[in-house]
């Protein structure tokens, strides 16, 4: 990546505080309140201009910049920074009547018309042309402006236009495979389309994965889903570069979507496409809701390297856009912007500044809610905005680099969950994720990292469900075994290369010989059942026939019962000076608790957690600054720490200065 900037400002180090503002929903007497509350807020910075593409070029070429420069120069008055989006996330009905080819195509050949947002084909050469054009006047407006803090490339690219199949992603579709095979017969070998009559003699005969018949092609499914991750990122690429050339000291970001199944953008692809990352996540209500805040957090800070991340949007309490929207808890809104922080965040922004009054959005929560400033809600907004004026001193440090890793892998994540499979039950995230509570459980610290980081630097690292390991990637995993790594990895890992083809000669291909294992057959399990273990647990989704190959390799844990009673269930082959592990199916945190323990003592792994905190808190480490996030409901006594005072103690995290 190249070296991370930060946004361009004076002054000295802070965690920065804003929102999405949108003052065109807004009258303009409205504004001089919202600077007045943003301030009281002690709000820093603002994303601008989102969504404002129709009133900033209110007819084709016609731009007036006359409403932005007042909001701008507004809030410069108030010391507050802008994050200026390019606006070209939505763009104008002027454009989509004239150009209706802009309009994204769905697999069944429906076109996707206007009245929502982000309505556009990210393969359209006329989108591109005009998102360009605005981009340069924006840029060359604004180049100058002391508010201009960072550039905010587009909005959460492939939000909604991630998977477009019209003519033009065709056409694109076949440059992008030009590129990657060069040849057709290297195109088919690749494609497998010796299968079902699929076999092209024209570049031209290729197509999206369209509505099909039965189960489309899966490398073609695969190679599609790279393509269109592709694209996006060379939007973001396209505007970057031109704003780069207008304002070379102003970074560029864009806001990324690490969070829950958000499964399309190869973030780890995209991030040294920015000058630093940004994320937007939302919290879904459930028992895992915490953990998976924790785990979407760890993952950003790894993809930015441990550097400082910007945290874009979240939100204050509910959101409008799942089934039952549910205001967060009191104290809920610190807690969540605080673990963030404590994951790397050196911003704490919100979608968005002031609830809207009419649109998809008015029953989204805000920093300021429709009950205005005398509410509950904006009381915790303010005393959110001292609590982050305290942690100043956070501002600029790193992540401290934790001894075990998880391996998180968008090919993997793609792969696994295609179609025509031994089951259409799994899922990769869940299961990362499964691995990711056990190790919050055991109070261990772990870096989610992509499959392409500096494994070396782990002790130890859990690879679930690392179904596409090409030949590079098998090598690199030997090795750092061989050389003193301790790896273990899961069911329908290894099974197939970056073609999606299978590695022969037995289960998991690619790392049968380090595992010291084979399998002749999957056994995916129905919904119903069930497999006990030998040491108390219990798998759900998958089991494993397993032979071991190798006198070396021990058997933690067998299947008790039924078929595979007596079978290994999981495994550890001592290999070089390391161990490879293998969990055969779906064990589930508490499940996998129990048998991460014995990995983390042979890797020398331990908690840096008094006992009695193990499980109940999170630990976090920035530049030697201890974070505690409280796991639990009730207050959690920290006494055994030993002397150090929290500098903060906010409800439910606490910091510790170096
Ligand atoms: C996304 C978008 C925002 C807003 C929020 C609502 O994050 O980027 O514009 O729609 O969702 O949660
Ligand atoms: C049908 C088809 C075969 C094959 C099988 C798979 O019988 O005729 O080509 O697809 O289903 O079960």
């Known amino acids: 990546m190249s070296s991370p900037r930060w946004l361009r400002r004076t002054g000295a180090p802070r965690l920065e505080y804003g929102a999405d503002y949108n003052p065109e929903q807004w009258p303009r007497e409205v504004w001089d309140d919202d600077v007045r509350a943003m301030r009281e807020a002690g709000v820093t910075i603002v994303s601008l201009g989102i969504f404002s593409w129709a009133r900033l070029e209110p007819a084709d070429g016609e731009f007036d910049f006359g409403w932005l420069d007042e909001a701008m120069d507004l809030l410069h008055a108030n010391g507050i920074l802008v994050d200026l989006a390019t606006a070209t996330a939505s763009p104008p009905p002027w454009l989509t009547a004239a150009h209706p080819e802009v309009l994204p195509i769905d697999q069944q050949g429906r076109t996707v018309w206007p009245g929502g947002r982000q309505h556009w084909r990210p393969t359209s050469k006329i989108f591109r042309r005009y998102a360009l054009r605005l981009v340069r006047e924006l840029g060359t407006h604004y180049a100058n402006h002391p508010a201009l803090a960072a550039w905010h490339v587009n909005n959460e690219l492939g939000c909604h236009n991630l998977y477009d199949f019209s003519d033009d992603a065709a056409v694109a579709f076949r440059d992008w495979l030009r590129s990657r095979y060069a040849t057709l017969d290297a195109l088919n070998h690749a494609w497998g389309t010796a299968f079902w009559s699929q076999h092209y003699t024209a570049w031209e005969q290729i197509l999206p994965p369209r509505l099909a018949a039965t189960h489309p092609n899966p490398t073609q499914q695969l190679d599609f889903k790279r393509f269109s991750s592709d694209v996006l990122k060379d939007h973001l690429i396209a505007e970057r570069e031109l704003l780069r050339e207008l304002t070379p000291e102003v970074p560029v970001t864009t806001n990324f979507m690490v969070v829950g199944e958000t499964k399309g953008m190869n973030y780890a692809d995209w991030a040294a496409e920015v000058d630093f990352v940004a994320n937007d996540h939302y919290t879904?209500?459930?028992?895992?809701?915490?953990?998976?805040?924790?785990?979407?957090?760890?993952?950003?800070?790894?993809?930015?390297?441990?550097?400082?991340?910007?945290?874009?949007?979240?939100?204050?309490?509910?959101?409008?856009?799942?089934?039952?929207?549910?205001?967060?808890?009191?104290?809920?809104?610190?807690?969540?912007?605080?673990?963030?922080?404590?994951?790397?965040?050196?911003?704490?922004?919100?979608?968005?500044?002031?609830?809207?009054?009419?649109?998809?959005?008015?029953?989204?929560?805000?920093?300021?809610?429709?009950?205005g400033t005398g509410s509950a809600l904006f009381r915790a907004v303010v005393s959110l905005g001292e609590r982050l004026r305290d942690l100043a001193f956070v501002a600029g440090t790193h992540r401290t680099r934790a001894r075990a890793a998880i391996v998180f892998?968008?090919?993997?994540?793609?792969?696994?969950e295609q179609d025509s499979h031994p089951t259409d039950r799994l899922r990769y995230q869940q299961e990362a994720l499964d691995w990711y509570s056990a190790f919050l459980d055991l109070g261990v610290r772990v870096d989610v990292v992509p499959a392409s980081a500096p494994l070396a630097e782990y002790a130890f690292v859990a690879a679930p469900i690392l179904h596409v390991v090409p030949a590079a990637l098998a090598e690199r995993l030997t090795s750092y075994v061989h050389n003193g790594g301790h790896l273990v990895t899961t069911y329908f890992s290894g099974i197939v290369d970056e073609n999606d083809h299978v590695w022969l000669g037995g289960y998991p291909g690619a790392l049968r010989e380090l595992l010291g294992l084979r399998i002749e057959e999957f056994a995916p399990l129905l919904d119903d059942e069930s497999a006990a273990l030998d040491n108390g647990t219990t798998g759900t989704l998958w089991t494993d026939r397993i032979d071991l190959t190798s006198p070396a390799t021990e058997v933690l844990a067998s299947y008790k019962t039924g078929e595979m009673a007596g079978r290994p269930a999981v495994t550890r082959h001592p290999a070089g000076a390391g161990s490879a592990g293998y969990v055969s199916t779906r064990l589930g945190p508490a499940g996998i608790?129990?048998?991460?323990?014995?990995?983390?003592?042979?890797?020398?792994?331990?908690?840096?957690l008094p006992p009695?905190?193990?499980?109940?808190?999170?630990?976090?480490?920035?530049?030697g600054i201890r974070f505690l996030l409280n796991r639990t409901d009730a207050p959690v006594d920290l006494t055994s720490l030993g002397a150090d005072v929290p500098v903060l103690a906010a409800r439910a995290v606490a910091a510790i200065r170096a």
């Open 284 to 371: 879904h209500p459930g028992p895992r809701s915490r953990d998976e805040l924790s785990f979407a957090a760890n993952r950003v800070g790894n993809l930015a390297g441990g550097a400082p991340w910007f945290l874009m949007e979240h939100s204050t309490s509910a959101v409008n856009w799942q089934p039952v929207n549910v205001p967060k808890r009191p104290g809920e809104l610190a807690r969540d912007s605080l673990t963030h922080v404590a994951h790397g965040a050196d911003a704490v922004c919100f979608f968005q500044w002031r609830q809207s009054r009419a649109g998809a959005e008015k029953y989204h929560s805000a920093m300021l809610p429709h009950a």
């Open 409 to 416: 892998d968008w090919e993997s994540w793609w792969a696994a």
């Open 593 to 608: 608790a129990a048998v991460l323990g014995e990995f983390l003592d042979r890797a020398a792994v331990r908690s840096e």
């Open 612 to 623: 009695d905190l193990r499980g109940r808190v999170e630990l976090t480490v920035r530049d």
